[in-house]
């Protein structure tokens, strides 16, 4: 479910409920049984607390609100008497939490004790699953391993040795979460609110209020829009991805004709990798934060071990510098080595650096040192035109400076390229990095949104919805993968400085009041 969308995929494996310490669950009320804790593998067994779930006059609290909703539809058990969500009553409380590191998971909000000062009952800090259910991985020859593995919640349920313990963690955290909320609730009423910054719409003294009033109901909204989704066309994100597929296969063919004249050995180098691109053009270059260091000239790769060189003139396992061939040998992998082959560094004056202070290999940096549109290179542009090109020029001009530059533009389109790839046409198809999907059999796909943001703005993850590539960047047209279902419409609307009028308006700032 970590991948999944919860809208899409997850089960329910149990069930915890807590209703404070006065409510005993015992059959004669002698036991002090305050938790109940129900088994769910079995539908049947979930399906008895349908009525429960679904009745809206029995008010339910829960951290991460949307999550349980969605998975809990899945069985088509449909959540009404939604109470309150602890992840945004904190949120609310204190907005620095995210950027401190802290963050709001449940055990991280259980082991704050400002924001636990007002629980009612004695608390006890909720700890992670990875802290007490990881366990050594096993290795094939049945020895364990250094790497720690977090079993799956079934089998953690399942097994002996950790049921008990899966039943107390899953228990505890219905009452860490009835704590918090009692203790949040206190908190938010003390919290006054600016009576000029609420509208009469609402009768709102303090943060509770506003909770209750506006951003409970808020939340509920935002779980909806979850649940909902937006169509996307598949057929024509795959279409595009395809020929994306092509264009890199072209680029990259391109580039590497150009780069075994210069330097056989990287041949087979990763056109994307960051140090070795470093190595290929900064070779020799300093360290902006430590000039004594430079960037190698050289750099030796070991790839698997290719049958013939495409050239054709030998079969290629490694290459020796200092022969300037390949000499054959036949191993798993051959080592190859990369070779800085800009003729001078020394005319590259680069502006962009990484946090360790070497040069910065992004797309934005390369098309700085490329300086012009390759697109018109060798194509009767003039020479002040190519002058202020500092990549041009560190290739000594002329027809080995415009080769260059190609093929730079060729190394910045495939870093373009891959960014669409990656961050938005394999995404929208609900393919994530780690295997999950978020997209359903009607073809909508189904993101997450989020409050506990630092600027307090909405986000979107898994996929980023809010993220598409800019008009003027969208080479596939990516944005025509979002689509209507058959007889509606999409409008497509946006707020002009929403934020600057705010400002004005909070403010009562006269010259903010007459520009917006």
Not at 189 to 205: P, Q, W
Not at 341 to 359: E, H, M, N, Q
């Given at each position: 479910v970590r991948e999944d969308s919860p809208c899409v995929a997850g089960v329910i494996t149990c069930l915890s409920i807590y209703c404070g310490p006065d409510v005993d669950f015992s059959k004669d009320e002698s036991e002090g049984r305050s938790?109940?804790?129900?088994?769910?593998?079995?539908?049947?067994?979930?399906?008895?607390?349908?009525?429960?779930?679904?009745?809206?006059?029995?008010?339910?609290?829960w951290h991460n609100y949307g999550f349980d909703r969605h998975v809990l539809a899945n069985h088509d058990i449909h959540l009404k008497g939604f109470g309150g969500d602890t992840l945004h009553m904190a949120r609310l409380l204190d907005s620095s939490k995210l950027g401190s590191g802290s963050g709001y998971s449940?055990?991280?909000?259980?082991?704050?004790?400002?924001?636990?000062?007002?629980?009612?009952?004695?608390?006890?800090?909720?700890?992670?699953?990875?802290?007490?259910?990881?366990?050594?991985?096993?290795?094939?020859?049945?020895?364990?391993?250094?790497?720690?593995?977090?079993?799956?919640?079934?089998?953690?349920?399942?097994?002996?040795r950790t049921r008990l313990q899966r039943i107390h963690y899953s228990a505890l955290d219905a009452e860490a979460t009835w704590q918090l909320r009692e203790s949040l609730h206190k908190a938010l009423e003390l919290k006054a609110v600016d009576e000029n910054v609420i509208t009469a719409h609402y009768d709102i003294k303090n943060l509770w209020d506003l909770y209750r009033e506006?951003?409970?109901?808020?939340?509920?909204?935002?779980?909806?829009?979850?649940?909902?989704?937006?169509?996307?066309?598949?057929?024509?994100?795959?279409?595009?991805?395809?020929?994306?597929?092509?264009?890199?296969?072209?680029?990259?063919?391109?580039?590497?004709?150009?780069?075994?004249?210069?330097?056989?050995?990287?041949?087979?180098?990763?056109?994307?990798?960051?140090?070795?691109?470093?190595?290929?053009?900064?070779?020799?270059?300093?360290?902006?934060?430590?000039?004594?260091?430079?960037v190698p000239k050289s750099r030796v790769i070991e790839i698997s071990n290719p049958a013939v060189h495409p050239d054709g003139r030998c079969n290629l396992s490694v290459w020796d510098p200092k022969k300037q061939t390949f000499k054959k040998k036949n191993t798993k992998n051959a080592k190859l080595e990369i070779q800085t082959i800009t003729r001078d560094v020394s005319r590259l004056k680069l502006d962009a650096f990484t946090d360790s202070g070497w040069p910065a290999v992004s797309e934005s940096a390369l098309k700085h040192m490329l300086g012009v549109n390759a697109a018109k290179i060798g194509d009767g542009m003039d020479s002040d035109a190519l002058a202020k090109s500092m990549f041009y020029q560190a290739f000594n001009g002329g027809d080995e400076g415009i080769e260059a530059c190609k093929a730079l533009s060729d190394i910045i389109n495939i870093k373009r390229v891959e960014t669409l790839c990656s961050g938005f046409i394999l995404p929208l198809q609900g393919v994530s990095k780690g295997g999950g999907n978020t997209v359903d059999t009607n073809d909508r796909i189904h993101c997450s949104l989020n409050l506990n943001t630092e600027t307090g703005r909405l986000s979107a993850r898994r996929p980023n919805l809010?993220?598409?590539?800019?008009?003027?960047?969208?080479?596939?047209?990516?944005?025509?993968?979002?689509?209507?279902?058959?007889?509606?419409?999409?409008?497509?609307?946006?707020?002009?400085?929403?934020?600057?009028?705010?400002?004005?308006?909070?403010?009562?700032?006269?010259?903010?009041?007459?520009?917006?």
């Amino acid at each position: 479910v970590r991948e999944d969308s919860p809208c899409v995929a997850g089960v329910i494996t149990c069930l915890s409920i807590y209703c404070g310490p006065d409510v005993d669950f015992s059959k004669d009320e002698s036991e002090g049984r305050s938790c109940i804790w129900v088994e769910t593998m079995d539908e049947k067994v979930l399906m008895e607390f349908k009525e429960y779930l679904e009745d809206e006059n029995i008010s339910k609290v829960w951290h991460n609100y949307g999550f349980d909703r969605h998975v809990l539809a899945n069985h088509d058990i449909h959540l009404k008497g939604f109470g309150g969500d602890t992840l945004h009553m904190a949120r609310l409380l204190d907005s620095s939490k995210l950027g401190s590191g802290s963050g709001y998971s449940l055990d991280q909000l259980t082991k704050d004790e400002k924001i636990m000062s007002f629980s009612p009952t004695p608390v006890r800090p909720k700890t992670g699953m990875k802290e007490i259910f990881s366990r050594p991985n096993v290795l094939k020859i049945g020895t364990l391993g250094k790497k720690m593995v977090l079993p799956s919640v079934e089998e953690l349920q399942l097994d002996p040795r950790t049921r008990l313990q899966r039943i107390h963690y899953s228990a505890l955290d219905a009452e860490a979460t009835w704590q918090l909320r009692e203790s949040l609730h206190k908190a938010l009423e003390l919290k006054a609110v600016d009576e000029n910054v609420i509208t009469a719409h609402y009768d709102i003294k303090n943060l509770w209020d506003l909770y209750r009033e506006v951003w409970r109901p808020f939340g509920e909204i935002l779980t909806d829009m979850e649940k909902r989704g937006i169509k996307v066309n598949r057929a024509y994100l795959e279409e595009i991805e395809e020929k994306a597929a092509e264009n890199l296969k072209e680029l990259h063919e391109d580039l590497k004709g150009w780069i075994v004249k210069n330097c056989p050995g990287a041949y087979y180098m990763n056109s994307t990798s960051d140090e070795q691109l470093r190595v290929l053009f900064f070779g020799g270059f300093p360290n902006k934060h430590a000039p004594g260091k430079r960037v190698p000239k050289s750099r030796v790769i070991e790839i698997s071990n290719p049958a013939v060189h495409p050239d054709g003139r030998c079969n290629l396992s490694v290459w020796d510098p200092k022969k300037q061939t390949f000499k054959k040998k036949n191993t798993k992998n051959a080592k190859l080595e990369i070779q800085t082959i800009t003729r001078d560094v020394s005319r590259l004056k680069l502006d962009a650096f990484t946090d360790s202070g070497w040069p910065a290999v992004s797309e934005s940096a390369l098309k700085h040192m490329l300086g012009v549109n390759a697109a018109k290179i060798g194509d009767g542009m003039d020479s002040d035109a190519l002058a202020k090109s500092m990549f041009y020029q560190a290739f000594n001009g002329g027809d080995e400076g415009i080769e260059a530059c190609k093929a730079l533009s060729d190394i910045i389109n495939i870093k373009r390229v891959e960014t669409l790839c990656s961050g938005f046409i394999l995404p929208l198809q609900g393919v994530s990095k780690g295997g999950g999907n978020t997209v359903d059999t009607n073809d909508r796909i189904h993101c997450s949104l989020n409050l506990n943001t630092e600027t307090g703005r909405l986000s979107a993850r898994r996929p980023n919805l809010q993220n598409q590539p800019a008009l003027e960047k969208d080479i596939y047209k990516i944005r025509s993968a979002f689509v209507a279902e058959e007889g509606n419409t999409l409008v497509v609307a946006d707020y002009g400085q929403l934020e600057l009028r705010l400002l004005a308006h909070v403010t009562s700032c006269q010259s903010l009041l007459a520009a917006f």
